[in-house]
């Protein structure tokens, strides 16, 4: 019992590890949006004029590449209050 709950644990940990770590959020949505794979951050800020506005944009967005970042509503959140501070 003892074994199975501790690899319950690492298990957990493991899986949770990688989202604990990003203190940047912003910086993973830079990686494609650098103005030639996708609008440049400094484009996100002129079209969308809010926070919430970029998350909602984020979440209507069509483009497939899209979609592990609208899975993670909270990183969305995140990485814009980044990008607008």
């Given at each position: 019992m003892k074994k199975s709950l501790l690899t319950l644990l690492a298990a957990a940990t493991v899986a949770l590890a990688?989202?604990?770590a990003s203190a940047?959020?912003?910086a993973t949505c830079k990686g494609c949006h650098n103005g030639s794979v996708?609008?440049?951050v400094?484009?996100?800020k002129a079209k969308f004029?809010?926070?919430d506005a970029l998350v909602a944009g984020a979440k209507a967005s069509v483009n497939p590449m899209m979609k592990p970042a609208q899975a993670d509503e909270?990183?969305?959140k995140a990485a814009a209050a980044e990008?607008?501070?």
């Open positions: 990688p989202s604990l940047d959020a912003a996708a609008p440049a400094d484009a996100l004029k809010t926070a909270a990183k969305l990008i607008f501070k």
